[in-house]
C-alpha cells in the first residue's frame, strides 16, 4: 500500500513535471506574438499622442470628434480619400496641402509609422 502511494505520487509528480514543461513550451511560443502586439500598442498609443499635440487643434482625431477647423478632414475620414499608407510619404517630406492653415510637419521615420499605425487604427 506504502509503495502504491509512492509510486502514485511519484507519477503525479512526473506529470505535473510533464504539464509544467507543456505549459512552458507554449508560453514561449506565445510569447512573441504578446510582445508584438504589445508593440503594435504602444506604436498606435506613441501615434495618438503625437496627432494630439500635433494636429488636433484643426483635425478631429478619434472615432467620434469633430474637426475644429471646418475645412479639415476628421483622420477617422481618411481611407475614404486614399490608402491610409500613402500618408507615409507626405508625412515624412512634410505634409503641406497649400492650404495656408495647415502647417508643416515633418515626422521622423517612427513618428511616421506610429501616425500611420494609430490613424489606420481609426479608420474603418
Ligand atoms: C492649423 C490647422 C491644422 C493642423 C494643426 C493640421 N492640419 Fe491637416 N489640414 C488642415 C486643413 C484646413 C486641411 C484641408 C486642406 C485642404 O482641403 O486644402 C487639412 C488637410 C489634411 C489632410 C488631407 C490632405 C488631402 O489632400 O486630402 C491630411 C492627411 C492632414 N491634413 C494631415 C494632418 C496631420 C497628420 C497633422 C498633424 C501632424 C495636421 N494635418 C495638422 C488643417 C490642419
Given at each position: 500500500m506504502r509503495t502504491r502511494l509512492a509510486a502514485l505520487k511519484a507519477s503525479e509528480g512526473f506529470i505535473g513535471f510533464r504539464t509544467m514543461l507543456r505549459f512552458l513550451l507554449v508560453a514561449a511560443a506565445l510569447l512573441p506574438g504578446a510582445m508584438a502586439r504589445a508593440d503594435d500598442f504602444r506604436q498606435i498609443d506613441y501615434g495618438r499622442k503625437l496627432v494630439e499635440e500635433n494636429c488636433s487643434r484643426c483635425h478631429a482625431v478619434t472615432s467620434t470628434d469633430k474637426s475644429s477647423h471646418?475645412?479639415?478632414?476628421?483622420?477617422?475620414?481618411?481611407?475614404?480619400?486614399?490608402?491610409?499608407?500613402?500618408?507615409?510619404?507626405?508625412?515624412?517630406?512634410?505634409?503641406?496641402?497649400?492650404?495656408?492653415?495647415?502647417?508643416?510637419?515633418?515626422a521622423a521615420p517612427e513618428q511616421v509609422d506610429a501616425i500611420i499605425a494609430y490613424i489606420r487604427s481609426i479608420n474603418p
Open positions: 471646418p475645412d479639415a478632414p476628421p483622420f477617422r475620414t481618411l481611407s475614404e480619400r486614399y490608402p491610409i499608407e500613402d500618408l507615409a510619404e507626405a508625412l515624412a517630406e512634410g505634409i503641406s496641402t497649400g492650404h495656408p492653415d495647415m502647417p508643416e510637419f515633418v
